[in-house]
């Protein structure tokens, strides 16, 4: 039981948090000798830093046909928006579903669905507020085009947020992915975006949280409606 209830509390991190911890500890050691107040503040922060950079594991539903999310957070958009041009995904909007993270959520990224990484497009830009709906276009973004076995895409873009400072992406063009398959993560706040192949209506809602590579967005199967959710 002991063990079980460890495993629930430390989480394996991203390799990209490793310098991070180091440099938040030794600034906590120095506060601590400094005063020991500031350096309980430090204390404070480097397990911040810790929870911030996890990678814990994840259940993934494997039907053939579902879409998940790829970032934990909120559902902050759900509209028709033409995909980024870098990513030739066409002209045509299509619906777009906007993720939202802040400081607080796990950041590595998933794949939503499995199949072929045809387009990896990065693009300079903006830090706006990540929640804005202009920051699809003006922030810096990293997006990637997934081709899925019936010929059709979706895409997947990481957007930088007020905070946010580098996006990482850990895959190539080319590459085959399984749904739920990390990519690469946003360094302190930021977004994704999926856009759906045309036709397929999303199965969140606005506010709705999210679980990255657990949380079902979508299914290229159903013929479900939209879903409309209220605060209860």
């Not at 989480?11 to 938040?24: D, N, V």
């Not at 993270?101 to 590595?108: K, L, Q």
């Not at 979706?154 to 990390?182: F, H, N, Y």
């Amino acid at each position: 039981m002991a063990a079980d209830m460890l495993s629930t509390i430390v989480k394996p991190i991203h390799r990209e948090g490793h310098k991070f911890l180091a440099i938040f500890g030794v600034v906590t050691v120095a506060l601590f000798l400094l005063w020991e107040p500031l350096g309980w503040i430090g204390l404070g922060l480097t397990v911040w830093c810790y929870y911030f950079f996890r990678d814990p594991d994840r259940q993934t539903p494997l039907r053939e046909g579902l879409l998940v999310s790829p970032a934990d957070g909120v559902i902050s958009l759900i509209e028709p928006a033409v995909p980024p041009a870098e990513l030739e995904m066409g002209d045509q909007p299509l619906t777009r579903v906007s993720v939202f993270m802040n400081v607080f959520n796990c950041h590595v990224n998933r794949v939503p669905v499995a199949g072929r990484i045809t387009k990896i497009a990065y693009r300079p830009g903006k830090f706006l507020n990540a929640s804005l709906d202009k920051a699809s276009v003006d922030n810096e973004r990293n997006g990637l085009a997934v081709e899925l076995a019936d010929g059709r895409q979706v895409g997947v873009v990481q957007i930088a947020g007020l905070v946010a400072r580098r996006i990482l992406c850990e895959v190539q063009e080319g590459q085959d992915m399984e749904t739920g398959e990390r990519f690469g993560m946003i360094r302190f706040g930021s977004r994704v975006d999926v856009y759906l192949p045309d036709g397929v209506e999303p199965l969140v809602a606005l506010g709705q949280t999210m679980i990255s590579a657990e949380t079902v967005i979508a299914d290229l199967t159903s013929t479900e409606p939209r879903r409309i959710a209220g605060v209860r």
